[in-house]
């Protein structure tokens, strides 16, 4: 068997019998997403939506591959460079070898299945027409799937020096910001009056459709030379307005995976790590243990692990800058009464930072485990650290905005804010001793370059949870408050909060009792599904 095939055959295995969390969960949402498209795609041609909106859907599903490994910088690549730095074989060769297998993955089949409506839009007009379809979403495929392996080889190289590592915090924090708030212009100009419990919708330029200099960048870019592509085939336009996009894929991904290739030798060029610590020395005195308990330990420990774990650090840069980018999206547009509700985004970005905190301990776990009645003073630590950390300046966050923008929702934005943060206090920690996504042991983790588990499930299972305990609150008080009813809002969130920190907590005790041994085994032998098997 050749090397190629060996590779193919390791990245098969992998996927069969490795974890399966996140992508069984990536797999399920984007065959939903892509049977969306697949509707779209057929209301559009029944003349029920315009194609334009079909553009903008598969330009974003295009812009994901760009976009993703930003918004997970810390997750490996499935077949990590370091494993086949001493084989035999110049690294270019090597690395040529591994670019066959790296089509095998569910966002490949995902985009696959999205593409296919590039099918479905050349079928009524006739058999060309089809096979120019087909040869247009093999392309486009091609392109993205390059596009997404250069990029996550980027961010890896970005993350090996201090200013690189700054500059994807900037950039994932610029992402996360445009994803959770980049819609509100647009809903503020279509339903400018919400806020003031009018309803009546303001026409776009061009009723039902996107405007046209925004479709006709989508369509210049390359995530959308592929229907570009098929627009020209079912169009009586010339053969040229066909044959240039598709020239365009084929170069374009050709020369991303020239790019990656180069990207991989350069990896398995490198000599591996030194294990130094990622921490500063102290040229000070020794520290005291003082008063206050284990309790008080853990959290100071806490404090200082998310300030000195490059990983952790990263995560705490998200969580804090992504809010404030937030507020001038927000801040201009009819919807200012919305800013109050940046301090529950602030909560819910802070308990996807922290979901993944026992895995990143690592080992470490043995500490723990071997101490007799110490599960619960680590937990409660770790909640202490998180409110210290997240939590209060979600809280005064949402306060500040209430204040500054005078919106008649401050009240719910507060019992929400409540809500969302003792449900992230509590959720962060059950979530990951639930469903750890373990990398490489955190003495081995040196700097942000090193790899780290994909808790992309996690994040988004917290995500849910959250968002399910903020939305209580309002239901229960109502959609607005008078200052009368400023107390009965709060308690709402107060009581819903508390119960979150105190049930979770009981619960994360209880797994970690019950569950701590195989876990550690897990951290030790990098396998979760061991975890599973307890």
Do not use: K
């Amino acid at each position: 068997m050749n090397r190629r095939a060996t590779f193919a055959s390791l990245r098969w295995t992998i996927l069969r019998h490795g974890p399966h969390d996140d992508r069984a969960f990536g797999l399920v949402v984007g065959l939903l997403v892509a049977a969306g498209i697949l509707v779209l795609t057929v209301s559009a041609g029944a003349g029920l939506v315009h194609p334009s909106w079909l553009t903008a859907a598969v330009s974003l599903v295009g812009l994901t591959w760009l976009i993703g490994p930003f918004l997970v910088p810390g997750a490996p690549p499935l077949l990590e460079p370091g494993w086949f730095r001493t084989l035999p074989g110049h690294p270019a060769r090597m690395a040529r070898e591994m670019a066959a297998s790296e089509a095998l993955s569910v966002g490949t089949l995902v985009t696959a299945a999205v593409l296919s409506s590039l099918v479905v839009i050349a079928a009524p007009h006739g058999p060309v027409a089809v096979a120019g379809a087909v040869l247009a979403a093999v392309g486009q495929l091609f392109l993205l799937l390059w596009l997404g392996r250069t990029a996550q080889a980027l961010v890896a190289a970005l993350l090996r020096s201090v200013l690189g590592a700054w500059v994807v915090a900037s950039q994932t924090a610029v992402l996360l910001a445009l994803s959770f708030a980049g819609w509100v212009p647009v809903m503020a100009f279509v339903l400018p009056g919400l806020g003031e419990g009018r309803t009546e919708l303001v026409a776009p330029p061009v009723p039902g459709a996107l405007p046209a200099p925004l479709e006709a960048v989508l369509l210049a870019l390359p995530t959308g030379w592929g229907l570009a592509a098929v627009q020209a085939l079912a169009s009586p336009a010339s053969w040229t307005a066909a044959v240039l996009p598709l020239a365009g894929l084929v170069a374009g991904g050709t020369a991303l995976r020239e790019l990656w290739i180069g990207l991989m030798a350069g990896a398995l060029r490198r000599p591996p790590d030194r294990p130094v610590s990622s921490g500063s020395r102290s040229t000070g005195p020794p520290e005291r243990a003082g008063g206050g308990g284990a309790v008080r330990a853990v959290t100071l420990r806490e404090i200082r692990t998310w300030f000195r774990d490059p990983h952790r650090r990263l995560g705490l840069v998200h969580a804090w800058a992504t809010p404030l980018l937030m507020i001038p999206l927000v801040a201009p547009t009819d919807w200012s009464w919305a800013l109050p509700f940046i301090g529950v985004m602030a909560a819910v970005l802070g308990g996807m930072a922290a979901v993944n905190t026992y895995a990143l301990d690592g080992t470490a776990l043995w500490q723990l485990l071997t101490t007799p009645g110490s599960v619960r003073a680590d937990v409660r630590g770790r909640q202490a650290a998180w409110l210290a950390l997240f939590g209060v300046p979600a809280l005064v966050l949402t306060g500040l905005l209430a204040q500054a923008s005078g919106s008649p929702f401050a009240a719910q934005a507060g019992g929400m804010a409540l809500a969302a943060t003792g449900t992230a206090c509590g959720g962060a920690p059950w979530l990951s001793s639930l469903m750890p996504a373990i990398g490489p042991d955190a003495r081995e983790r040196v700097s942000t370059a090193s790899p780290t588990g994909n808790a992309a499930g996690g994040q988004w299972t917290l995500f849910t949870l959250v968002a399910t305990g903020a939305a209580l609150p309002p239901i229960a008080t109502g959609l607005t408050a008078t200052a009368a009813e400023w107390p009965a809002a709060l308690a709402a969130g107060a009581v819903l909060g508390g119960a979150a920190v105190l049930g979770l907590q009981a619960l994360t005790v209880r797994r970690l009792d019950g569950t701590g041994r195989a876990l550690l085994a897990a951290m030790a032998s990098r396998d979760v599904t061991r975890l599973r098997r307890s």
